[in-house]
C-alpha cells in the first residue's frame, strides 16, 4: 500500500505561480512512477505530469513550459511547480503513484485561477 498526502493549493490570479507538493509513505519502494492528473470542472480526468525513478518527465502539451514536475526521493516528495496560470488551469489536482500493477491516489488539492 502507498499512501499519497498532496498539499499548496489554493486561489491565485492569473499569471501567478503555485507549487503542489505530494508526499509518498508505505511501500514506497514499490513505486516507479509518479505524477499529477486533474479533474476540470466538467469533470474530465487529465494527466498533468509525470515523472518516473529515473526521472523521466512527461507532460500534457498544455502545460509544457510553465509547469514543472520534480521529485525528492530522499523525502519521498513529488512537487509541481505552476508557472503562469490560466483560469482553465481551474481544476482538482490528484497525486498518483504506480507500484507494480496499482495506481494509489492521494485526496486532491483545489486550484483555482481566477481572471
Known amino acids: 500500500q502507498v499512501q499519497l498526502v498532496e498539499s499548496g493549493g489554493g486561489l491565485v490570479q492569473a499569471g501567478g505561480s503555485l507549487r503542489l507538493s505530494c508526499a509518498a509513505s508505505?511501500?514506497?519502494?514499490?513505486?516507479?512512477?509518479m505524477g499529477w492528473y486533474r479533474r476540470t470542472p466538467g469533470n474530465q480526468r487529465e494527466l498533468v505530469a509525470t515523472?518516473?525513478?529515473?526521472?523521466?518527465?512527461r507532460y500534457a502539451d498544455s502545460v509544457k513550459g510553465r509547469f514543472t514536475i520534480s521529485r525528492n526521493s530522499a523525502q519521498n516528495t513529488v512537487y509541481l511547480q505552476m508557472n503562469s496560470l490560466k483560469p482553465e488551469d481551474t481544476a482538482g489536482y490528484f497525486c498518483?503513484?504506480?507500484?507494480?500493477?496499482?495506481?494509489?491516489w492521494g485526496q486532491g488539492t483545489q486550484v483555482t485561477v481566477s481572471s
Open positions: 498518483a503513484a504506480d507500484a507494480g500493477e496499482r495506481r494509489f
Open positions: 508505505g511501500s514506497i519502494r514499490s513505486i516507479n512512477v
Open positions: 515523472i518516473s525513478k529515473s526521472e523521466n518527465t
